[in-house]
């Protein structure tokens, strides 16, 4: 058994065991230590890296959203950068035509939207001259509009119309005001035979233009449509483009409506009124194709 | 305007007042002789109204529009146009308008041709009267229907039909051939009677 002289060499080994286990607990400290650091730089690195892809990856929608565009180049330059922005296409004059300007005859016509002889016209000879004439580009059909002093809301139809005409819709609406013409003209609610023939989209362009356009009629006859804005102070900018088509029938003379001015080949011939059927219209541009 | 628009121009808008004239003028002569020689003086020169009145109307609708030269082409052209006057009446079915359309200019024309010349004028001038009697309904139909249309009376220009111009037409074209037609019998009538003796006068003979 050991005496005094074993235990000696015991803690000779006992210490070297110690400095051996403090070097490799050292070691695996250091060890340890710099994993975690790495492991730190390594999360930290990820981390910033995902935030910036983060970043990067966001629409400038947000931007755009919460600043107030105050500019149509501020417009363009922030829709120009992203496709979902797309911005309205600004209003130029009404286009009230059917067909080719090109086409060898041109008809105009001047007409009230409340006129019975006038919805006549259209639904009996101008429709089918639309799809048989105009579309084989022999006739360029154009509306004046020349509402009437005793039809109430003849100029209120007239606007509405002019209003779509800018944003492309004039057909529709044209359509939409003869065919249902018995119905509106009792009460003025243009409004929703407009709202049933166009798109939403095209509706609201439509109705924003309308503000400051509200039936002007006499007392007692407000029609169901009218919202009077109170922010309105400015006249009926959509007026202009209907008084300008009355100068027009006026130097004809426009004594009734409907009234057709035929032109052949830059030839002027003597305007004509009243309701014309479509056989009986047909034989006469067939006899002006045939010169 | 050329000048033989301008002629047919003035006699539809003043003959019958020239003719009227002659009618009062007529009357107020005692002498039977007279009267048959100033009546038939103006039954000549009614004649020749009425029938610029139908010519004038038959011009009107063949004339070719402003621009357009003479042709059958324009022809067709113009009698297409009147076709669409005629539509605007809304009386006739399209088939019936054309019918109407590309026949009555050239009845117009004949008949007023007719009346110039003097033959058979009773019977002439009373076709004119029948003839004006159913344009006159025609357009006193549109107009009380509240159709605005161009009455298409003829060379001069275009007119709104109205009461005015309703009376104005009755005056003018309607009055005229009816007293045309009227002398014209009427002066048959007495040429008849003077032609044959009377029958005191026949004995009285017969008896010497």
């Known amino acids: 058994m050991g005496g005094p002289n074993s235990t000696g060499r015991g803690e000779d080994e006992l210490n070297h065991r110690l400095q051996r286990c403090r070097a490799e607990t050292g070691s695996a400290g ?4 710099g994993r975690r650091t790495a492991l730190a730089v390594a999360v930290l690195t990820a981390v910033g890296f995902g935030g910036v892809l983060r970043v990067m990856a966001r629409p400038a929608q947000s931007s755009a959203d919460t600043a107030p565009v105050k500019s149509a180049a ?8 992203s496709k979902a922005v797309t911005a309205p296409p600004a209003l130029s004059a009404p286009v009230k035509s059917y067909g080719s300007s090109s086409a060898p005859i041109k008809m105009e016509v001047f007409t009230d939207y409340q006129c019975p002889s006038c919805r006549n016209l259209f639904e009996g000879t101008l429709r089918p001259m639309i799809a048989d004439y105009v579309a084989s580009g022999k006739v360029y059909l154009v509306h004046h509009d020349f509402p009437l002093p005793g039809h109430m809301y003849g100029y209120q139809a007239a606007r509405w119309l002019n209003a779509a005409a800018r944003v492309g819709q004039f057909q529709s609406v044209e359509a939409a005001l003869y065919d249902n013409q018995n119905s ?47 922010q309105a102070t400015h006249g009926c900018t959509l007026d202009s483009y209907i008084e300008e088509d009355r100068a027009l029938g006026m130097k004809i003379p426009v004594q009734a409506t409907p009234t057709y001015v035929i032109t052949y080949k830059g030839q002027k011939l003597p305007a004509g009124s009243g309701n014309v059927s479509w056989p009986i219209l047909k034989q006469f541009f067939d006899s002006l194709l045939s010169q | ?37 100033i009546v038939r003086a103006f039954l000549i020169f009614g004649g020749i109204v009425v029938g610029a009145v139908f010519v004038a109307a038959a011009y009107g609708k063949m004339k070719p529009p402003a621009g357009f030269a003479w042709s059958p082409a324009s022809l067709r052209i113009s009698l297409a146009w009147f076709a669409m006057q005629v539509d605007s009446y809304q009386v006739l079915p399209p088939r019936s308008v054309n019918a109407v359309a590309h026949f009555l200019p050239y009845f117009e024309l004949f008949l007023g041709l007719w009346l110039i010349t003097g033959i058979a004028r009773r019977f002439s001038a009373l076709l004119a009267s029948l003839s004006l009697c159913g344009f006159m309904i025609a357009i006193t139909s549109a107009y009380f229907r509240g159709l605005k249309i161009d009455c298409g009376c003829g060379v001069g220009p275009a007119e709104q039909v109205g009461p005015d111009a309703l009376l104005r037409d009755a005056l003018k074209f309607l009055l005229p051939a009816l007293l045309v ?22 004995s009285s003979s017969a008896s010497t």
């Open chain 1, 30 to 33: 250091g060890l340890a230590k």
């Open chain 1, 74 to 81: 501020r417009k363009t330059s922030t829709a120009s950068s």
């Open chain 1, 184 to 230: 509106w003209e009792a009460d003025g609610n243009i409004e929703k035979f407009i709202t049933a023939a166009v798109p939403a989209a095209d509706f609201k362009r439509i109705q924003k233009q309308m503000v400051g356009c509200e039936y002007q009629g006499p007392a007692g006859t407000k029609p169901a449509s009218l919202r009077a804005d109170p």
């Open chain 2, 1 to 37: 305007m050329n000048a033989f628009e301008s002629s047919l121009l003035w006699l539809t808008n003043h003959g019958y007042q020239i003719l009227l004239a002659g009618l009062v003028i007529a009357f107020l002569v005692r002498k039977p002789q007279a009267r048959r020689a």
């Open chain 2, 181 to 202: 037609a009227i002398g014209s019998f009427w002066i048959r009538g007495k040429g008849r009677a003077s032609e044959s003796p009377a029958p005191e006068m026949v």
